[in-house]
Nanobody
Framework: QLQAFGGGLVKVGDSLRLSCTAS????????VGWFRQAPGKEREFVTA????????FYADSVKGRFTISRNNAKNMVYLQMNSVKPEDTAVYYC??????????????????WGQGTQVTVSS
């Protein structure tokens, strides 16, 4: 079971760190991705990290502002969000890709999902 947490209400330009943890499953064996869904919009890819943490992918909209990282010893994956914008407002989900290769950028490629955490950016 995945759990994402750390969301909240922040102002434009602030920073926020989301965390994702898994119970009953060893994170280090899998790629992990973050997705988000804003009201009235489809869920979209944000970022993903490989099992070792050596490879990462970012959506153009967050590149240079968001950083994904992981601590396999603690079974945690993080999403550091800097310089947030109103358009970052969404429910953020972490997900696990059971594929043995690099994690995907499409939500259909992910096998397990957390419950989501709300991020609201006020202007």
């Amino acid at each position: 079971q995945l759990q994402a947490f750390g969301g909240g209400l922040v102002k434009v330009g602030d920073s926020l760190r989301l965390s994702c943890t898994a119970s009953g499953r060893t994170f280090s064996n899998y790629g992990v991705g973050w997705f988000r869904q804003a009201p009235g919009k489809e869920r979209e890819f944000v970022t993903a990290i490989s099992r070792s943490g050596g490879t990462t992918f970012y959506a153009d909209s967050v590149k240079g502002r968001f950083t994904i990282s992981r601590n396999n010893a603690k079974n945690m994956v993080y999403l550091q969000m800097n310089s947030v914008k109103p358009e970052d407002t969404a429910v953020y989900y972490c997900a696990v890709d059971l594929n043995v290769g690099l994690p995907g950028t499409r939500d259909s490629e992910y096998d397990y999902w957390g419950q989501g955490t709300q991020v609201t950016v006020s202007s």
